[in-house]
């Protein structure tokens, strides 16, 4: 990747490698696991063990769908 502004006369560049392609996968993984602990975490606090019920059954659902 390569970054170039202009400004005033002045030229700023700046060149970096991309992030490999492993790295981004699992900081993309990190980020929905937390995101998806957030919610059950939320869903808890609002409905309690039925929310959680529902939670658990939405997900094992998503998960059957997509690994079809």
């Keep these: 990747m390569k ?3 202009e400004h005033n006369g002045t030229v700023f560049e700046f060149e970096r490698r ?14 929905a ?3 998806y602990a957030g ?5 808890a606090a609002l409905c309690g063990g039925f929310g959680v019920l529902m939670v658990a059954v939405v997900t094992l659902f998503v998960v059957m769908i997509a690994s079809a």
């Design 33 to 35: 696991a937390g995101a």
């Design 3 to 5: 970054i170039r502004l």
């Design 18 to 31: 991309p992030m490999p392609e492993g790295r981004f996968k699992a900081l993309c993984v990190l980020a």
């Design 39 to 43: 919610m059950v975490w939320v869903v």
